[in-house]
């Protein structure tokens, strides 16, 4: 009970602080927005990861409305999947009553192979909505998702927690590149306190929190924060995070043909390949070399209202039929593998739905199990298991009634909840004891074509 009038009252103060909402005056521009362009002189390479190379200050806006609430955009040094120096863009969001030793970095859900559609992008009105994208190929969604999220940063905001906002895909739209997504959101708290206007003390406490692709980047930030960014890993407290990619080639095993979640296996597909650059090419048919194209700027929501029910046997030649046999690809599914991955050192809130077919994907066979439709219940329990092994405490909630979207819904107030507890200095829950077995985690193995 406690909890929920929390969040309630948390709602409502975010409702009064969004208030004053006016109309724009006039046409978002996106790809003129020089803001994301380093220009400098000296090379990106003779910047430390998280160097501040640009500021600016502009409203916060939801689906291209301002409000008056404010925004410190900075565009900062990162890293790529590949270890190339790379200038990407992060937003914070510090309220009326910001605390300046209290931060939490909320890794958005945009998903998306499109640069465009970054929350950075949606934040500034510089985002299309509705036209088609670069290509002509799809519906530029652009900041609606983005935007949308307000609701599920905006309670931390009320509750006087600066909110740091990454484009966690990097510049390019690495999607599915996990480890990127973790140095991308590292550097971006290296960035936020390293610029004044964001009032953040250079001891403030830092909470991590993300669901189903904000999850990635949150659990990957975890992974790598104690030897990429050891100097933010002393202020982490904790993540809370739900809906999460732990083995890609479980994942793959299990939305493979689902008709609500197929479509997402072809966003993989590009997005691995434009991350660590690898050309798919030699082994896709007909169909892949159509359907790939298609895709190279849409966003999630694209890919599952136009393709449902595909499979990676749809888009492979014949003699690929088993993913196992591209060698290209079990090397880097284990590169993105949680759990082949360094163990983090902080508390966690995990939570997972388990009802798929509801979203229309059927539980996976031996070895896969039930999911929330895209994501593996018995993945997430196995990985929630390990860093348990490792003295980790850990609150994991199962959800087996609903699946991947209304598990957002559930799993959001219990996040906030356990992330105020932190700052707050409450006891750690912990039920590790009480978490079923899950699937193995082990590397792929290469299988002839």
């Known amino acids: 009970m406690a909890s929920k009038i929390l969040f309630q009252g948390a709602v409502a103060l975010t409702a009064i602080a969004l208030t004053g909402i006016t ?3 006039v046409a978002a521009q996106p790809s003129a927005d020089s803001f994301y362009q380093y220009n400098g002189s000296a090379p990106l390479s003779s910047y430390q990861p998280g160097a501040v190379l640009k500021t600016r200050t502009l409203p916060y806006h939801v689906v291209n409305i301002p409000t008056p609430l404010q925004a410190v955009q900075v565009l900062y040094r990162s890293t ?53 994208t670069a290509s002509g190929r799809n519906v530029a969604f652009g900041g609606t998702f ?27 739209a690495d999607f599915a590149a996990g ?86 296996v072809g966003m ?37 209202l136009q393709y449902p029910g595909v499979t990676w046997q749809d888009l492979a030649k014949p003699e690929y039929a088993n993913p196992n046999s591209v060698p290209e690809y079990v090397d880097v599914a284990n590169k993105i593998n949680m759990g082949n991955a360094p163990i983090p050192t902080i508390p966690m809130f995990i939570a997972q739905a388990a009802n798929g077919v509801l979203e229309g994907t059927q539980p996976g066979g031996p070895g896969v199990g039930p999911g929330d439709g895209v994501m593996v219940a018995g993945d997430v329990r196995s990985l929630a298991t390990r860093y348990c092994d490792a003295g980790l405490s850990i609150q994991y909630d199962q959800y087996d009634t609903i699946s991947h979207v209304p598990g957002g819904a559930l799993w959001l107030p219990g996040a906030i909840t356990w992330l105020n ?29």
């Open 146 to 172: 983005a935007s949308g999220e307000a609701v599920m940063f905006g309670p931390l905001l009320a509750l006087g927690y600066t909110v740091v906002i990454p484009d966690t895909e990097g510049p390019n």
């Open 23 to 25: 109309a724009p005056t």
């Open 80 to 132: 790529d999947a590949l270890g190339r120096p790379s200038a990407n863009v992060t937003s914070i969001l510090r309220p009326p009553n910001a605390q300046p030793d209290k931060v939490v970095s909320f890794q958005s859900a945009y998903d998306s192979l499109n640069p465009e559609d970054g929350p950075s992008r949606a934040i500034a009105r510089d985002t299309p909505i509705g036209s088609l």
């Open 179 to 264: 480890p990127e997504y973790g140095m991308m959101t590292l550097d971006s708290l290296r960035a936020a306190r390293n610029t004044p206007e964001t009032g953040i003390s250079d001891s403030a406490e830092i909470g991590l929190m993300g669901y189903s692709g904000g999850a990635i980047a949150t659990n990957w930030a975890s992974i790598l924060a104690p030897d990429y960014a050891p100097d933010i890993n002393e202020d982490l407290i904790g993540a809370a995070q739900g809906g999460l990619l732990v083995n890609p080639a479980n994942n793959l095993r299990y939305a493979n043909g689902s008709i609500g979640w197929a479509g997402v």
């Open 268 to 304: 993989a597909v590009v997005g691995l390949a434009r991350a660590y650059d690898i050309d798919f090419d030699p082994y896709l048919g007909d169909r892949g070399r159509e359907l790939l194209p298609r895709i190279e700027d849409a966003s999630i929501g694209n890919v599952i």
């Open 421 to 449: 507890d932190r700052f707050n200095g409450s006891q750690l829950p912990n039920n590790c004891s009480n978490i079923a077995p899950g699937n193995s985690l082990a590397p792929e193995e290469h299988a002839a074509g």
